[in-house]
């Protein structure tokens, strides 16, 4: 993996903002990757880094990904990302309403929303500042994590369909049960899959085990459950080298972002027969409603965000296997076609870095 360093040298991004109270910690990292297509769309993650060039590296990855997303989906709009440093001692609130600020003094160049570790009460706290936000109450597109469970299942739907397999008796492992693993759960029962589940907060698999009859499987055990589809939904990275020889499902299909430590993991899995729906179009379904919202002041039908994400994957799995291709690669290849030929937006001739 590039170093934070070769990246911003390599300068795929538009903007980059550090964003600090006073002296002290870096508070957060604010990107926008890419607006060729419109403005920049992406939501604010919160967490501990282990020092603030992992922040960076997070935060233009993670933008990188939304620009992906909104290219592949054929939306008006572009990628964005706001990572704020979790750490002892952070006034949360503050970090919050000072993200709002920077948002709007974009002006409409980014609009933010929800990603792990943010909760409505964050969110509301940045729509004090700003009204560039996704806002969790009335005023707001909804339910954005429901959004995302929508299209990861509908997308689900189209993986178990790879491997000639229907949700009712299929048999899933759900690693994270926050907001997007724990809506995903409750429509795959709803749906009759079985369920393996495990969350490093011991109370959400407990949940989840009263609620959905689920099997609680110890952390370090998740990746590598016996079952059809391994549903990532908890944070990035997680299948390298080791977890994907190691891996046991016959399908992988999620919303966690940049599921992949690297690239080589993705060809390996696809070496292994094993069909990886891609990251970035599985929980595209808040970026397609948020975004929607925002732009045309119209709620997106959950009907239409699983239609089109069913769609989207069922295409990439079937070029996959016609192709010889990993399925990342092949969505990868679509995402910068449309870029490559979608006139410049005028936020793209007004870019600056
Ligand atoms: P969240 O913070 O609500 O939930 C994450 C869950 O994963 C938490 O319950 C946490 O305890 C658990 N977790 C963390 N590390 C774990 C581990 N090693 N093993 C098991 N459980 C672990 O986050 P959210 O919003 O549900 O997002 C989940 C993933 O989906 C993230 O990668 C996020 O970027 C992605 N995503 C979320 C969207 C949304 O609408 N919230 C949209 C698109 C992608």
Known sequence: MSTALETLAAGE??????????????????????????PGFGGIRCRRYADPAAAVR?????AQAMTLKCAI????????????????????????????DHVEAMAGRYYTGPDLGTTDADLLLVAERTAFV?????????????STAVGVFAALRATAGAIGRDIDGLRVAVQGLGAVGMRLARRLHAAGARLSVADVVAGRAAAAADELAAEVLPIAAILGADC????????????????????????VCGAANNVFADAATGRLLHARGIPVAPDFVANAGALLHGA?????????????IAERLHELTTEILQASRRDDQPPGEVALARARARLA????????ARRRS
């Not at 996704?134 to 429901?146: C, H, I, K, N, V």
């Open 134 to 146: 996704a806002r969790p109450d009335a005023a707001g597109p909804g339910d954005l994590a429901d």
């Open 58 to 62: 997070d935060a233009l990855a993670l």
């Open 292 to 304: 929607t919202f925002h732009l045309t002041g119209r709620a997106l039908p959950s009907a239409q």
């Open 73 to 100: 989906t054929g939306l008006p709009a572009g990628g964005a990302k706001t990572v704020i440093l979790d750490r002892d001692g952070l006034d949360r609130a503050a970090a919050f309403r000072l993200v709002g």
């Open 228 to 251: 059809d589809v391994l549903a990532p939904c908890a944070g990035g990275g997680v299948l390298d080298r080791e977890a994907a020889t190691a891996l046991r499902a016959r399908a």
């Open 341 to 348: 030929a979608t006139p410049p937006s005028p936020w793209f």
């Open 13 to 38: 991004f538009e903007q980059l903002q550090l964003l600090r109270r006073g002296p002290g910690p870096l508070t957060a990292v604010m990107v926008v990757h890419d607006t060729r297509c419109g």
